[in-house]
């Protein structure tokens, strides 16, 4: 009888040597890229949240690194913005802002977009747009009820500040990302196959 090697599901990070070392430097790296590119924060009006590349590099990490270390990269970013790291939008720490949700939904989109990445679902344009929306909608669907509880808003109001203004960048990064992720598979493809 003869046993079938069945290829191993991995995400981008999985082709990296090093094992738990990697690991660990993936986790901090994966913050740090989440923490640089919220730094760049773009007040826009009627709406205490802000616009940033926070919630790119969250998705892109996530699908990067897979559910595990996506997790623990955006909870690292997370918990250290909370006691104090000034990586939050536009340079900010703690937790008590309107739009502290979103960040809060960060942490459960890495792990869903690292956990579809792991299946596959970051290889074609078609199926990373899918999953980077998917993500984009965890955190709407965590962000958007912190902000109502913390500014008093109504739903409408809500998903008028926090929802409606995103959208047209929310469709250019998840477009970014469905070149970018796809694109990084099939370099690795061609450099493995040699």
């Not at 739009?99 to 990445?117: D, K, R, T």
């Not at 009820?145 to 250019?172: E, I, S």
């Amino acid at each position: 009888m003869t046993a079938i090697a069945l290829p191993r599901k991995r995400v981008l990070a999985d082709v990296i040597p090093g094992g738990l070392v990697r690991d660990l430097a993936l986790v901090l790296g994966g913050a740090g890229f989440v923490g640089l590119l919220a730094q760049p924060a773009i007040p826009l009006p009627g709406t205490p949240v802000p616009l940033t590349l926070g919630t790119f590099a969250v998705l892109l990490t996530g699908a990067a690194l897979g559910p595990l270390r996506g997790l623990a990269s955006v909870a690292l970013y997370m918990v250290a913005g909370m006691v104090g790291v000034p990586w939050f939008a536009g340079g900010a720490s703690g937790y008590g802002f309107p739009s502290f949700g979103y960040v809060i939904g960060f942490v459960l989109a890495g792990a869903l977009v690292g956990w579809l990445a792991r299946r596959g679902a970051d290889r074609t344009p078609l199926t990373t747009a899918g999953t980077m929306v998917l993500g984009n909608l965890v955190i709407y669907a965590v962000g958007v009820p912190y902000l109502m509880a913390a500014t008093g808003m109504g739903v409408r109001a809500a998903l008028a500040a926090g929802v409606v203004p995103f959208l047209v960048g929310d469709a250019l990064k998840v477009a970014v990302a469905a070149g970018l992720l796809p694109g990084a598979w099939k370099l690795v493809q061609r450099v493995e196959s040699r």
